[in-house]
């Protein structure tokens, strides 16, 4: 396989972040049931049933208040439409919902993101959790596509980090805006970083032998390193360890961890002259962000790890409109 399908299988596993995936499922409920009987907090919305007593159909609408790619869709179509309507047990019916884009798509200032029809009761109590829903993820997916955007005459994959409150519902959004997923949760893959590192005294020679004899499943292997002479050292390892008969099924992958993209441009070098670069994946991480990720993609790595994707992202502007 060439380098880009590699690091697709490693660092972009979108099938994942599906509703048909029990995991991912979990989390939509988290944000989407769990957030409604929180916000509700079983006395229900006290403002609305003091002015209408009586239950009434009502239109709504939302719609964009900026330009944005939006995200989100698949899960509020899970949550108002698809889901068990016992997982909703303060709402009085059902939603009819018109949904005008589906996910990725570019919206305009004014345009209609979807249309529905429910108990105006319904419709004001799940509007909070619906619009944190789209803001956030549409916010995260078109940050994603403007940087994604900006290094796109380089080979190299923008993923996000774990650095998020919103755990796989952002990665499901820079999944949506262009980037990867890199490490679903802990059982996913097998990422040794500093602390870990540190623990043994930066020894990478038993890391590979604690490897060498561990059951390893994981679809790739990352080491974290923080100098050259670390990843060359970090190279020959697993050199050794993937040419072992027997061993695990897997991608070694590099992370230079907070280096420089001039001394990344020289541990890379000094890799290739070692004949030590080809088989295996790399990645910057640390202290990326917007105005500086061109100049790590022009270092050859093959993939860019940015918390900024998700950590302190501007949501997107929607309102909804009944009537």
Known sequence: MDRKTIREYTHKVGNFLALE????????????????????????DITTNILFKDLLKAKAKIVAKSDMILAGIDEIKYFLVDADPNFRPSLKGNFEID???????FVKKGDVILEMKAYSHDI?????????????????????????DSIKNYDVLLCPTRKTLWGLIDKKAVLVGGGGTHRINLADAVIIKDTHLDMV????????????????DSRFIEIEVENKEEAIKCAEGFAKFLDIEGAPKTIGVIMFDNMSPADILDAISALKEARLYEN???????????DNVIE????????????????????????????
């Open 21 to 44: 995936n029990n995991a991912y499922k979990q989390w939509v409920f988290r944000y989407t049931f769990l957030e409604l009987e929180k916000d509700l907090s079983g006395r229900g």
């Open 99 to 105: 949904f005008k884009f589906k996910d990725g798509d």
């Open 124 to 148: 004001l109590a799940v509007e909070r959790t619906v619009l944190n829903l789209l803001m956030r993820m549409s916010g995260v997916a078109t940050f994603t596509k403007k940087v994604v």
């Open 201 to 216: 005294g930066r020894d990478f020679d038993t890391v590979f032998e604690r490897l060498k004899n561990a059951d390893v």
């Open 280 to 290: 295996l994946l790399f990645e910057a991480s640390g202290g990326i962000n917007e």
């Open 296 to 323: 790590y993609a022009k270092t050859g790595v093959d993939i860019i790890s940015m918390g900024c994707l998700t950590n302190g992202v501007k949501s997107a502007d929607m309102s909804l409109k009944i009537g």
